[in-house]
Nanobody
Framework: QVQLVETGGGSVQVGGSLRLSCAASEYTYNINCMGWFRQAPGKEREAVAR????????EYSDSVKGRFTISRNTADNTMYLQMNRLKPEDTAMYYC????????????????WGPGTQVTVSS
């Protein structure tokens, strides 16, 4: 089992920035892919970004492309989501996810999930 814990959420004004972190409980050599997802109240969980550890390939949803950047620190078990030019519609609970084998920008391809961290963007 891989345990994931997100940190870095909070409240920010429109146009501001936040950096989310996701720490994994074990060295990420067992992990093929990690991603970020979000869910706003009353809405379905939405894919935000993914990172394939083997190839370094990244993919973003259209709603965050050009504003968010997914990355990882290869020296430890941490993945990041740098969020710039935040908008009110970015307000949601953000979840970190990991999978040992698959990698695609959809929740059904991830087997391990963190508890989430709240991001609130106010105007």
């Amino acid at each position: 089992q891989v345990q994931l814990v997100e940190t870095g959420g909070g409240s920010v004004q429109v146009g501001g920035s936040l950096r989310l972190s996701c720490a994994a409980s074990e060295y990420t050599y067992n992990i093929n892919c990690m991603g970020w997802f979000r869910q706003a109240p009353g809405k379905e969980r939405e894919a935000v970004a993914r990172l394939n550890f083997g190839s370094g390939f990244t993919e973003y949803s259209d709603s965050v492309k050009g504003r968010f950047t997914i990355s990882r620190n290869t020296a430890d078990n941490t993945m990041y989501l740098q969020m710039n030019r935040l908008k009110p519609e970015d307000t949601a609970m953000y979840y970190c996810a990991a999978d040992r084998f698959r990698c695609a920008l959809a929740a059904r391809f991830f087997e391990f999930w963190g508890p989430g961290t709240q991001v609130t963007v106010s105007s």
